[in-house]
């Protein structure tokens, strides 16, 4: 599963997608993800997947990614979908086991939930894989940038965040390597009753913590020796302008929130 796990990871492109203002993405990913939750029937998830649709021939990045992106979660999505179908009262019920009833509500209920999950992990994933994770800093920083005034760390969380994102692509390369050691020597992922394979994680965790630790250290050292001193009189080598582009990235975004309320069910 490793291996397919690609969240953090940046796809170099020259993209529609890939030429937008990392503040842009970022701000329309989470607008995307607050307004889905104004679709509440099969005309506004089908305006919301034609935006998903869209936005992903304009990234010009093969199908496939997304469907990886969505597969590490699969068991997540699962129990919810289930949690819905089978705990949602009200409508014309179809079958009744002991305290489970499934109804057509509950099932219309779990087919836009798991609609919900597959929207917004296809969102997250195309900008992460369109977004180098620098930029992600940097558009975090620029956004929170008022914040200062109130004396918060901007720059700092900016720069842990694209520090995390950085690395979740190594780290996860890295347990993918143990795994592959671990095999070499006997030991069998997946196998036995659940304490077993509790266990058989251990001989993962403990050399992904100490190797996570040492990198941490060696990133730090390496930060001190270039005499990194935060944001303190830091010039920017990646100056954040908005283009022509992003504007009719925002009209698009608007026309889908106009869609979602047009056609929703109050």
């Not at 969240?7 to 203002?21: A, E, P, Q, T, V």
């Not at 990234?59 to 990886?68: A, C, T, V, Y």
């Not at 558009?139 to 994102?165: D, G, R, T």
Request: glycine share 6%; charged share 15%.
């Amino acid at each position: 599963m490793l291996d397919r796990f690609i969240f953090g990871r940046y796809l170099k492109g020259d993209s529609f997608i890939h030429r937008l203002d990392p503040r842009t993405k970022l701000m329309g990913s989470f607008f995307f993800i607050m307004i889905i939750f104004l679709a509440n029937n099969w005309q506004t998830y089908l305006a919301a997947f034609s935006f998903i649709v869209i936005s992903l021939i304009l990234s010009k990045i093969p199908f496939g990614f997304f469907l990886r992106g969505v597969r590490p979660l699969i068991w997540l999505i699962t129990f919810t979908v289930l949690l819905q179908i089978f705990f949602t009262q009200g409508g014309t019920p179809y079958f009744r086991f002991g305290w489970m009833t499934v109804t057509d509500y509950g099932l219309t209920n779990g087919i836009f939930i798991f609609c919900r999950f597959i929207l917004i992990i296809f969102m997250s994933t195309l900008m992460t894989l369109t977004t180098p994770p620098l930029m992600i800093a940097d558009a975090i920083e620029s956004i929170l940038k008022p914040l200062k005034v109130f004396k918060f760390p901007v720059h700092e969380l900016a720069l842990m965040l694209s520090i995390a994102l950085r690395f979740v692509p190594t780290l996860m390369d890295e347990a993918q390597k143990i795994m592959n050691a671990q095999k070499s020597r006997g030991v069998e992922f997946g196998e036995g009753h659940l304490i077993e394979k509790m266990k058989s994680i251990i001989p993962i965790l403990v050399p992904l913590f100490i190797s996570s630790f040492n990198r941490a250290e060696d990133l730090a050292i390496a930060m001190e020796a270039r005499g990194y001193q935060g944001s303190e009189n830091r010039t920017k080598y990646r100056v954040l302008t908005y283009q022509k582009r992003d504007m009719f990235a925002a009209i698009a975004f608007m026309i889908l929130l106009a869609s979602l309320l047009g056609l929703r069910q109050w």
